[in-house]
């Protein structure tokens, strides 16, 4: 029976905050709009919480059946692959958070949509499910996406466009053209993370045939896609506060973009892979710094 520490390993605790600085960045422009509601706060933080440790979760299922979690991978070992958590106790995991995902988002549902018309939720429960089929099918299955080079697609629609504007929404029940921008910058910064991994993890992927565009692109190829999506995120976080009518402190997003340029610069320089383990640390919570920099910055 595996303990605690095996489990908190497999949420991959790290990868939280990343997830949260969706939901946090969304909230923020909401509340710019002075439609922010904490009942939707907490209830999209819990929704997006039980999607990303199922997420976490199904990829260790996936890489372990196809062989890709072993022993030369450069990555954090855990609990499936050392063996001290069953197939068969990650089956269950699995299932509890599809539950506690379904059930925490109809409460959130129902609670941003107590007065509108039913074919909103019907739509955001659509969307729901879709996130949560997208968690599963990233290496579960046959034909995980996650093989075959879609994954970074999926990242940026989810953790970019889905997650902020889906709680922008959730908040205002409105949309805003300006307010793409900072999603877009998310979803850049969110996919960096992924591709971040991928490069990590490039030499053991060919050998499984997990086809990640690292893989098809080639290490040096995939560093210079790394950049452009630091610069595309950073350029759309610009363009939105010079277009918002408020104080200087709006720039306070300088703090993130100075660690972001550093991080270019070590990944960049890169030689040893093993090393990128502690840039995809560091962008993770770079974008967090960039959500909560971003949002204290356009409500002060």
């Not at 422009?29 to 976490?56: E, R």
């Amino acid at each position: 029976m595996a303990n605690l520490s095996e489990w908190l390993t497999s949420f991959r605790l790290h990868t939280l905050p990343l997830a949260l600085s969706t939901i946090i960045c969304g909230s923020f422009l909401a509340a710019y709009h002075q439609n922010f509601h904490w009942k939707i706060a907490i209830g999209a933080t819990l929704t997006t919480l039980f999607l990303q440790v199922l997420s976490n979760l199904a990829n260790d299922y996936g890489d372990m059946i196809t062989g890709v979690d072993n022993k030369e991978r450069l990555g954090p070992k855990r609990g499936l692959q050392k063996g001290s958590i069953s197939k068969k106790q990650m089956k269950n995991a699995i299932i509890i958070c599809i539950l506690c995902s379904l059930i925490s988002g109809i409460w959130l549902i129902g609670e941003a949509f107590k007065n509108s018309s039913s074919w909103l939720s019907l739509s955001f429960f659509l969307l729901g499910c879709g996130a949560i089929l997208a968690a599963i099918k990233y290496t579960m299955g046959k034909n995980p996406y996650g093989y075959s080079g879609f994954g970074d697609l999926f990242v940026f629609i989810f953790f970019g466009l889905v997650g902020v504007m889906g709680t922008f929404y959730l908040h205002t029940q409105s949309f805003s053209l300006t307010e793409w921008l900072p999603a877009i910058a998310m979803g850049c910064f969110s996919t960096g993370v992924l591709n971040l991994n991928n490069l990590r993890d490039e030499k053991n992927d060919i050998l499984y045939n997990k086809r990640t565009l690292v893989v098809q692109w080639g290490f040096d190829k995939a560093k210079k896609y790394h950049i452009a999506l630091l610069i595309i995120g950073m350029l759309a976080g610009i363009i939105y506060v010079f277009l918002i009518p408020t104080s200087t402190w709006r720039f306070l997003i300088a703090i993130p973009y100075l660690g972001m340029l550093f991080h270019a610069k070590m990944v960049w320089n890169n030689k040893e892979r093993k090393d990128l383990n502690k840039e995809l640390r560091n962008l993770s919570l770079l974008t967090l710094a960039f959500s909560l920099c971003l949002g204290i910055g356009i409500l002060l």
